[in-house]
């Protein structure tokens, strides 16, 4: 069955440090890969996708991710985190048609 | 212009009321959905309606009743409400031209309470 993993429940980073989130994946054709955020009290907001051609995706808001066939993971990256990054982050693939899996978030803590 | 909306964003109701939550796309999008984020945070879906068709069910209690008058909106009126029922409910909304890769534009939500 089609699955994703986000193994990281809480993250915590000072502001200016690098960020890497993770999300792993189950699916057995070419995966719809997706990165949202949601700040509190928000919907999700898309920060960038997967399809297919280049595997690093370049996103909004100075994020980036990396599909990765043979480990299963799309990996979401930033260099320098800013406060206003601090929010809940979503993976979430394409599964069948018209059904989206959301992995379980990752809340991510930036100290100033 | 909003582009996703959701009409009550807070709604605090009585155990057994019916209520019903409404969602318009302005995006020309062909296929709505209902999500219910409960309060750990995870998202699960429940219904996908493509141009007005339900395409997915997700083992949601009858209770639920999706209705898509048209591909710009789709309403979730659910009946006898129950404690387990209180959640964050999104709407959302994408292209999907028969494939899957379109990404979801989700609305703001709606917080329901069943006291």
């Known amino acids: 069955a089609q699955s994703v993993t986000q193994p990281d429940i809480h993250i915590t980073v000072s502001e200016g440090a690098s960020l890497e989130l993770r999300c792993n994946y189950s699916y057995g054709a070419t995966p719809y890969l997706f990165w949202y955020v949601q700040s509190p009290g928000q919907g999700l907001q898309l920060l960038l996708k997967?399809?297919?051609?280049?595997?690093l995706v370049q996103g909004i808001k100075g994020f980036e991710a990396e599909f990765k066939r043979s480990q299963s993971s799309f990996n979401l990256r930033k260099p320098s985190v800013h406060w206003s990054d601090a929010a809940e982050y979503f993976c979430a693939v394409g599964s069948g048609t018209y059904k989206y899996i959301f992995g379980t978030g990752t809340r991510l803590k930036v100290l100033a | 212009d909003t582009a996703v909306s959701q009409t009550p964003k807070y709604l605090v109701t009585q155990m057994g009321n019916d209520k019903s939550i409404k969602c318009e796309q302005n995006?020309?999008?062909?296929?709505m959905y209902w999500y219910k984020q409960d309060s750990k945070k995870f998202l699960k879906i429940m219904f996908s309606y493509n141009n007005k068709e339900l395409i997915i069910n997700e083992t949601v209690p009858n209770r639920f009743s999706p209705k898509s008058p048209d591909k710009a909106h789709l309403n979730l009126h659910i009946n006898s409400l129950e404690l387990g029922d209180s959640a964050v409910y999104f709407c959302?909304?994408?292209?999907?031209?028969?494939?899957?890769?379109?990404?979801?534009?989700f609305g703001p939500g709606t917080r329901l309470t069943v006291t």
């Open positions: 997967y399809f297919s051609g280049d595997t």
């Open positions: 995006l020309g999008h062909d296929t």
């Open positions: 959302a909304s994408s292209k999907t031209s028969g494939t899957l890769g379109y990404e979801q534009y």
